[in-house]
């Protein structure tokens, strides 16, 4: 697997001018405190600064520099949802989004860049607090207009660049200033330096005002620009009277590069603002071209205002977005114009019709070549934070029709790519609106999506409900086929988890005659898979292949990575239980550049797993091995307890097939208590096959102990003692009982001890500063030296000889 990114930082836009001290002041601080939050007025520079310390720290944080953009979260709880997606964290069933990014986070010395904290302060400031009190090599740099005021942040007032004095042609802000009046295609002469230093003390050395008076010099002379400046100070009073003096002069720089736009200029600046993040031409053009603009006109309009630099761009004017003081400042227009409404519903509209023609080139309409599908799945991806924005439109001005059929036409959410929770937040909240204007149909396929989020989510009475009552709305509408059709294969496998077999054959059957009639091939392959299930589970195993193969043909018929994958998958489940090892592996390793290429993460750490644990019964161990790392990788990432339980279990066979029986019951034992954790049920059959056999080489105390052991163990460390081939040393003879405590190290005999106290875990961590895995693996060595089998055998021995243990 190629090598995993150590950050996630942009490239520079332009030159860094300036602020070196402050660099070196920065980046040293992090030897001495873990927070540091840069604060100052808006267009000061705190982001472009943190992005300069932060690229600079990427080699002494081996876990990564993580950037996590708050401007566009709306809402607190989405704080924690936005660092889960920028480190690659999925939620799982049942456990609060915080405890798996914390988990992730808790053993990795990495940077967390939390940037523009300002209008989520309080949110911000008790999740760094957790965040820095559970994961102690942990470091977070901030960046806000006001301190976060949590203990142990270090405050750093982030000043206006250097203002000229004597020698001014070497001061900060003039720097600033005749670079990017350079970048805007002026070439400033010597003569012009008192202007300059005029317009830079006047600006107070604000990068942000420098660097849109910058843009102006290709209209007017710096002394132009100056003079203008003083009038509008004189004039502007829009910040209030006690706010800082730079904060009202960024506002009337603001104002002024605004005033000097033409009319229509204007209007398309405000209209912009209601794009979440970046966005293309033909986005701008589909929401903004209302009168008094028109379409054609949008092109020039853009590009005069990436010139005044009220919008960037990249090199190729393919992508443009709006710094956020401009954005925020557009938004304000917006509202005073009247036209917020308006914009946000045409914007709502347009994202419909986009992610609608996206959704039916990649998975409805046939006979599309694959990078056509890919292209248009993508593209869906990149329209997530506007589609994100429109529902949120949607849920707010109560438009549940246009926001139900969104959601119903993104797969940008699904999970493919997405996350859980959204799929289940967004369609509960819109399907909690008024829905008296909304026709049954179309609330049937909120229905199938939220049904579909919630079988995700292993909440499996809830979605088949759900999934009933989508099916019975949808009813025999020809043009509700495909949702119907995915509605079907959805409760086949609900039914199949659920034990229901009879059922789900029946489902299977409806969905796949519905299919073949409207010539869906989607749909023909997961009916076939869905049969294929049927039969596996039913043990017929000629029937179960058969129609695997037909339905691995109509996925390639269609060409989705993602449905061939599936298919591939079933074909290596019913190889395998055929006892077809050879053709096992090779259907799972089909699947995984496919996946692989889609991105999804879940999907293809279970699809290694499983090409890891054929391996390993194939004596493979070397591929086993490399597999199952890459899978337990790809899961701790993505912080799903199900899929490292999965591998887990794997490398319990990869360790009994290399004949180590200890690191095989260790490694069982610790993805049997994971995935009791999480609520579900182990492999009972292989664990007490792989028991038997351990008790019959090892004996009965032996197996019993290492049984303990595992059970007591992290899932990461019982992983890696497999990775990495280590066995646990027998255990010592026993001794007399007036020299037992000899067998115990120092810090087991203080755990003994404090355990008669009746202490947790977590407590005698807190009381040792030590972590409570640890504390485990010292209980688990005390009860494998000593021959106990509990904790409170340790503690009477423990009080019986209290000189042992003082």
Same mark, same amino acid.
């Given at each position: ?37 840069? #604060? ?8 472009? +600064?943190? +992005? ?5 720290? @990427? ?27 920028? $480190?690659? @964290? ?64 270090? *405050? ?6 250097? /203002? ?5 042609? %070497? ?28 317009? #830079? ?10 660097? $849109? ?45 605004? %005033? ?16 979440? =993040? ?9 929401? #903004?071209?209302?009168?008094?603009? !028109? ?50 519903? =045409?914007?709502?509209? @347009? +994202? ?23 292209? #248009? /799945? ?16 949607? &849920?707010?001005?109560?438009? &549940?029709?246009?926001? $139900? ?27 909690? +609106? ?15 999506? $939220? ?6 989510? %292993? ?48 489902? &299977? ?101 499983? @090409? ?70 182990? !492999?009972? *059959? ?32 019982? !992983? ?73 055998? *340790? ?12």
């Amino acid at each position: 697997m190629p090598e995993a990114p150590r950050h996630n930082l942009p490239a520079e836009p332009n030159r860094f001018v300036g602020r070196e001290r402050d660099l070196d002041d920065l980046r040293g601080l992090f030897d001495e405190t873990r927070v540091v939050t840069l #604060c100052g007025v808006g267009g000061i520079g705190k982001t472009r +600064l943190a +992005l300069r310390v932060a690229a600079g720290l @990427v080699g002494g944080y081996p876990g990564g520099v993580w950037l996590v953009e708050l401007a566009r979260v709306g809402r607190p709880e989405q704080i924690v949802q936005e660092i889960a997606r920028v $480190l690659r @964290v999925r939620e799982e069933s049942g456990r609060p989004l915080l405890d798996t990014v914390t988990a992730r986070l808790r053993d990795l010395r990495c940077l967390l860049l939390l940037d523009n904290c300002e209008h989520l302060i309080d949110g911000c400031a008790e999740l760094a607090a957790e965040l820095v009190a559970c994961c102690p090599r942990l470091s977070v740099l901030a960046t806000s207009r006001e301190p976060l005021r949590i203990a142990s942040e270090l *405050i750093w007032r982030v000043p206006p660049l250097d /203002l000229p004095e004597m020698g001014y042609a %070497d001061a900060e802000s003039v720097q600033l200033f005749m670079d990017r009046a350079a970048a805007a295609g002026t070439r400033l002469g010597y003569d012009t330096l008192p202007d300059v230093v005029r317009l #830079c003390q006047a600006l107070d050395g604000l990068p942000l005002a420098l660097e $849109l008076a910058a843009a102006r010099t290709s209209l007017l002379s710096p002394g132009q620009i100056a003079d203008r400046l003083d009038d509008r100070f004189s004039l502007l009073t829009t910040g209030g009277r006690t706010a800082p003096a730079r904060q009202r002069t960024l506002l009337a720089t603001v104002d002024w590069s605004y %005033d000097l736009l033409s009319a229509k200029e204007q209007v398309l600046l405000r209209r912009l603002s209601v794009f979440a =993040r970046d966005f293309d031409l033909d986005l701008a053009e589909q929401v #903004c071209a209302e009168p008094p603009i !028109a379409r054609a006109e949008i092109v020039d309009l853009l590009g005069g205002l990436v010139d005044k630099s009220l919008v960037l761009c990249d090199e190729e004017r393919r992508r443009y977005r709006m710094l956020e003081t401009i954005k925020r400042y557009a938004m304000k227009r917006l509202d005073r114009a009247g036209e917020r409404e308006a914009v946000r519903e =045409r914007h709502l509209s @347009v +994202l419909c019709d986009l992610q609608e023609r996206h959704f039916t080139t990649e998975m409805v309409r046939p006979g599309v070549p694959w990078p056509e599908r890919l292209g #248009c /799945l993508m593209a869906g991806k990149q329209l997530l934070d506007d589609q994100r924005a429109a529902l949120d439109w949607a &849920a707010e001005s109560g438009n &549940a029709r246009l926001g $139900l059929r969104l959601c119903a036409a993104s797969t940008a959410l699904l999970p493919i790519s997405g996350n859980l929770t959204e799929i289940v937040g967004w369609t509960e909240r819109l399907l909690s +609106l008024d829905l008296s204007l909304v026709p049954d149909a179309q609330v049937a396929q909120g229905k199938a999506y $939220l049904a579909y989020g919630l079988e995700a989510r %292993d909440e499996l009475s809830r979605s088949l409900e759900v999934a009933t009552e989508s099916l019975a709305g949808l009813g025999g509408d020809g043009g509700n086929a495909f949702t119907r059709c995915v509605m079907h294969s959805l409760v086949v496998i609900l039914l199949l988890r659920m034990g229901r077999i009879d059922e789900a054959l029946h489902h &299977a059957e409806r969905g796949l005659a519905d299919a073949t009639e409207s010539g869906d091939a989607w749909n023909q392959a997961a009916g076939l898979a869905g049969l294929s299930a049927v039969a596996l589970t039913r043990g017929r195993l000629r029937e179960a292949q058969r129609l695997g193969d037909e339905a691995l043909a109509r996925a390639r018929e269609h060409g989705h990575r993602w449905l061939m994958a599936r298919m591939a998958a079933q074909l290596g489940a019913v190889a395998e239980a055929r006892g077809d090892l050879e053709t096992a592996k090779s259907q799972y390793e089909q699947a995984v550049p496919w996946l692989w290429e889609l991105g999804g993460d879940s999907e293809l750490a279970r699809c290694l797993a499983r @090409v890891g644990r054929v391996a390993a019964m194939l004596g493979e161990f070397a591929a086993a091995r490399e597999r199952l790392a890459d899978s337990l990788a790809l899961s701790r990432q993505s912080g799903q307890r199900q899929g490292v339980a999965r591998c887990l279990a794997g490398l319990s066979v990869l360790a009994e097939h290399e004949g180590d029986l200890d690191g095989a019951v260790l490694a069982a034992a610790a993805a049997a208590t994971l995935r009791e954790s999480i609520g579900q049920h182990s !492999a009972t *059959i292989r664990i007490e096959e792989l028991l038997s056999r351990a008790r019959a080489k090892l004996g009965e105390g032996r197996t019993a102990s290492l049984w303990s052991r595992g059970r007591a163990m992290s899932p990461d460390a019982a !992983a890696l003692q497999v990775l990495a081939g280590e066995r646990p040393a027998s255990p010592p003879p026993v001794a007399a009982e007036p020299v037992r405590h000899s067998l115990l190290t120092a810090r087991e005999l203080e755990i003994a001890g404090l355990l008669t106290r009746g202490l947790s875990n977590r407590a005698i961590a807190e009381e040792l500063v030590i972590s409570p895995a640890t504390v485990a693996r010292h209980i688990a060595n005390i009860m494998e030296k000593l021959g106990y089998t509990s904790r409170a055998q *340790i503690a009477v021995w423990a009080a019986e000889h209290p000189s042992a243990s003082a």
